[in-house]
């Protein structure tokens, strides 16, 4: 186990038998008046003397002065959260990953969080369990080191599962598992020995000397730390000013591996080794921000009790816990997604099936279809119907767009480049790209319009924000060049198209096979229930597989084009489709409107997104 990190004795009976009037209990740790300001409260992992060190990016440490006798200005005003910008992570929480509550104490602190630390496990790469490792940790601060409860705040697998660690509070039904109270700081942890209070931290689950994290496992994080960041106002490539409870004053990276702040290895040299990339991808998510140094030994707040339920107030919770000094107004907030996670199995692993699985309900059934969009792979987009024109990708510094992906509701829509470079447009966020991973063909987006899965030519798939990893064509030993990725409207599952016409299946999507007969396949369309598709073959045919309903096509129709067929696009309700020319020429069938065509516009389609109310 990471070392998270205070040698182990045998403390528990007396932090369960401790008095209030003497000596206040505080997240596990014995808290004296007297004690650096009347708020502030030790964590699990402190013990060290009042003078304090901090390590450099370097490896080299140095010391600082105290609060008291710094020129730095530090606040007890702490903004509220921003509630604007990237969305909340699918997270487990507690009662999924099936925490044993009774080990643990209900003492605990808070604080504003300005600092993200990163760790490993130091445990067995891919468990076939994961959730029984976050269990195991659990056990193992509790029991073994004495801490209040788990040391970290959030734990992350191979599969780029979130789990919810230390508890903070208890949660509604439909509340997103923030690890914060209901003004929005984060609950201390015990997770980097001197540097818990005001710092979330993050364990990713593995031996990173051993072995490197998966693409899902970065991805969670890169989304995770995002989160924080962009809700905190943390600039991911800064070192702002910190104060521990003591009043030390140290600077360190905001987003800092355990290393930088602690005498370990963790969190291993392999991942310690991206995360400058890491940085750099939670900023071109989050936005850059500036500093904001805060007192945190002023302002730690602790209490202790049973866990207080959004909306509770401390007194009503019977907590006692030390008046805040925040000056600030702050709010509850809800983020509009819920606190569980899709935990289905991938073709070469299995989960626990201790998580709650992915909800089969289909997504976007029964939005109206008003309009449609095609981009030329210079990057200029042509429109019709209601679709707006919400920006150029050439203009987004993508001059040779090979794809367009859209969310099941709304006219938003994403851009993909050849280099893997990706542009939102329409209020929908970014959550990264694969620039540098070669050459992108690719992009289908989830239900929910908070992610995205990126297909590269040689088979390999890279899932961003909500997107699960499915294994890929790459993975899979697939040789042909893969050409189009289609999702389920679950987001559970997806199918790949190669350009030798073959079609491959991915986690929950059946495996429906590519018709043959009609021309080579090239591009596909699901239906809303995910159980069949339509393909679209070079000789204008399409095909009905699984539930799909052949509505025709161009091949037994009278129109007549010079131009290839490109795309073919489905109705929300399944009962209709339009095929799309490489001139932007299209023709619909069944139930879709009939839209303006781009015939004789000279441009070469290079990608199709759909318009929804």
């Known amino acids: 186990m990471c070392d998270a990190c205070t040698p182990t004795f045998n403390r528990r009976s007396l932090l369960r038998g401790a008095a209030i009037g003497g000596v206040a209990v505080a997240t596990g740790t014995l808290w004296m008046p007297g004690m650096a300001g009347s708020a502030a409260a030790a964590d699990d992992s402190s013990g060290s003397s009042m003078e304090s060190a901090s390590m450099a990016e370097d490896g080299t440490l140095s010391s600082h002065a105290k609060l008291s006798n710094s020129s730095v200005v530090a606040t007890r005003i702490i903004p509220a959260p921003n509630t604007k910008g990237v969305k909340a992570p699918p997270i487990v929480s507690r009662a999924q990953w099936k925490a044993n509550e009774a080990i643990r104490l209900d003492s605990r602190a808070y604080a504003p969080i300005r600092k993200l630390i990163v760790h490993h496990t130091a445990s067995p790469n891919k468990p076939s369990n994961p959730a029984a490792v ?5 056990a193992f601060h509790a029991t073994g080191r004495g801490f209040s409860d788990t040391g970290y705040n959030f734990m992350v ?15 509604t039904p439909d509340e997103v598992i923030t690890g914060e109270d209901t003004k929005g700081w984060g609950v201390v942890g015990a997770h980097a020995k001197g540097y818990n209070a005001g710092s979330c931290g993050v364990c990713l689950i593995g031996d990173f000397d051993a072995g490197a994290p998966t693409d ?12 924080k960041a962009c809700r905190h106002r943390i600039d991911a490539n800064g070192k702002d000013d ?6 030390g004053h140290h600077v360190f990276a905001n987003i800092t591996g355990h290393r930088q702040v602690g005498q370990t290895l963790c969190p291993g040299s392999k991942l310690f080794g991206v995360l400058p990339a890491i940085r750099d991808e939670v900023e071109r998510s989050a936005g850059s921000w500036d500093p904001l140094v805060v007192d945190t030994p002023g302002v730690l707040r602790y209490e202790w009790g049973s866990l207080r339920a959004a909306g509770a107030s401390t007194t009503d919770a019977a907590s006692n816990s030390a008046p805040s000094t925040d000056a600030a107004t702050t709010t509850t907030t809800t983020a509009p997604t819920t606190s569980t996670t899709s935990a289905s199995t991938t073709p070469s692993d299995t989960v626990s099936s201790d998580i709650v699985t992915t909800d089969s309900t289909p997504r976007g059934t029964g939005a109206t279809l008003t309009g449609i969009r095609v981009t030329s792979n210079a990057g200029t987009i042509f429109t019709a119907g209601k679709a707006r024109k919400l920006g150029n990708p050439a203009t987004s510094g993508i001059t040779k767009v090979v794809a367009l992906a859209n969310a ?3 006219d938003g829509y994403w851009a993909l480049g050849q280099t893997g470079s990706v542009a939102a447009f329409g209020g929908l966020a970014h959550y990264g790209d694969a620039t540098g991973k070669g050459s992108a063909v690719d992009i289908a987006a989830t239900s929910t319009g908070a992610g995205y899965w990126v297909l590269m030519a040689d088979g390999g798939i890279y899932p961003f924000g909500d997107a699960r990893y499915w294994s890929s064509p790459k993975r899979a030993g697939v ?11 679950q987001s559970d599952g997806y ?5 030798d016409g073959s079609i491959t299946a991915f986690g929950a999507a059946p495996k ?9 396949p090239i591009d596909l369309a699901v239906t809303p229930t995910g159980a069949g598709y339509w393909v679209l073959t070079d000789t204008g045919r399409v095909l009905a597989v699984g539930d799909a309903v052949d509505k025709g096509d161009l091949k037994r129709s009278k129109v007549k084009w010079h131009k290839p067929v490109a795309h073919v696009v489905g109705t929300p309700s399944g009962k209709g489709y339009v095929i799309v020319n490489s001139e932007g020429s299209m023709l619909a069938f069944g139930d879709a409107p009939a839209f303006p065509s781009f015939g004789g516009s000279g441009m070469t389609v290079a990608g199709v997104a759909l318009a929804f109310t």
């Open 134 to 138: 976050v269990r195991e940790v659990l």
């Open 157 to 171: 697998d191979h599969r780029g599962v979130i789990y919810e660690g230390r508890a903070a509070r208890r949660y």
């Open 216 to 227: 899902a496992a970065l991805n969670s994080l890169v989304w995770l730390l995002a989160w």
């Open 242 to 247: 910190y104060f521990d409870i003591y009043g």
């Open 408 to 410: 099941s509701t709304g």
């Open 479 to 489: 040789k042909a060049r893969s050409v189009r990725i289609v999702s389920r409207p």
């Open 495 to 499: 199918w790949v198209l190669a350009g």
């Open 512 to 520: 429906l096979g590519a018709p043959t007969g009609s021309g080579t």
